[in-house]
């Protein structure tokens, strides 16, 4: 079945340097979403991408959506101690109104 | 404030006993659904509903019935619960479908299962 697979599990990373986590789909998506949930709490949602090579930024996030739109990467530039937490993308399913979540990159910042 | 509300926040019961978790949005939001988290497996979709009256399987119904009687509430029932519905569940709703827009997610409910 259709699957969203998303690397790495986990990431460590010094505050300040930067990290990205990516989410490879095994079917083209029609858009994709991601949240973010901090340890403890529940997903926010942060931004969803629709367009073919789709690139957005939110501060120091930039989120992009592959050519084919099987593939989106989050990357974070000079990351701080608020970024700690788990970040999901997500995709709607053969239907659309289904959606599948990837198992999430856990990132954890070192001071 | 806008909102998604889950009742309990947390609960713990024996195999077999029939419990609800209410979940509750106050957007006028027509799509809402009901996520199971799992360490190890993130997050799963159980069930969904597209508008009042509307609900229709997720990737792990099993064990799980829902009802959308109202737009703003879409409680989940586990009618006979066992051990391996040990988890934390997330309601979250959307304006429509995913597509269209993110979605909101209530505080969780965890649910353990002895």
């Known amino acids: 079945g259709q699957q969203v697979m998303q690397i790495p599990q986990y990431q460590h990373v010094q505050e300040g340097e930067d990290f990205t986590t990516y989410c490879n789909s095994s079917?083209?998506?029609?858009?994709i979403q991601w949240y973010k949930q901090r340890p403890g709490g529940h997903p926010v949602f942060l931004i969803q991408?629709?367009?073919?090579?789709e690139v957005k930024k939110q501060k120091r996030l930039t989120f992009q959506f592959g050519e084919a739109k099987k593939n989106s990467s989050l990357h974070i530039t000079a990351t701080q101690t608020t970024d700690v937490g788990t970040y999901f993308c997500a995709g709607p399913m053969n239907r659309d109104d289904k959606i599948i979540f990837g198992k999430g990159t856990r990132l954890h910042i070192l001071p | 404030e806008a909102q998604v509300t889950q009742n309990p926040r947390y609960l713990i019961t024996v195999t077999g006993k029939k419990l609800t978790v209410t979940c509750s949005q106050n957007?006028?939001?027509?799509?809402m659904s009901w996520y199971r988290q799992d360490p190890g497996l993130g997050l799963r979709q159980i069930y969904y509903?597209?508008?009042?009256?509307?609900?229709d399987k997720g990737d792990v119904p099993e064990g799980y019935k829902v009802s959308r009687k109202e737009k703003r509430n879409f409680p989940l029932i586990l009618e006979s619960p066992s051990p391996n519905q040990t988890s934390l569940y997330f309601c979250?709703?959307?304006?429509?479908?995913?597509?269209?827009?993110?979605?909101?997610f209530g505080p969780g409910t965890r649910l353990t299962v002895t």
């Open positions: 509903s597209m508008n009042v009256e509307v609900t």
């Open positions: 979250a709703s959307s304006f429509s479908a995913p597509p269209g827009i993110g979605q909101y």
């Open positions: 079917t083209t998506l029609s858009n």
């Open positions: 991408l629709v367009k073919s090579g």
């Open positions: 957007m006028n939001h027509e799509y």
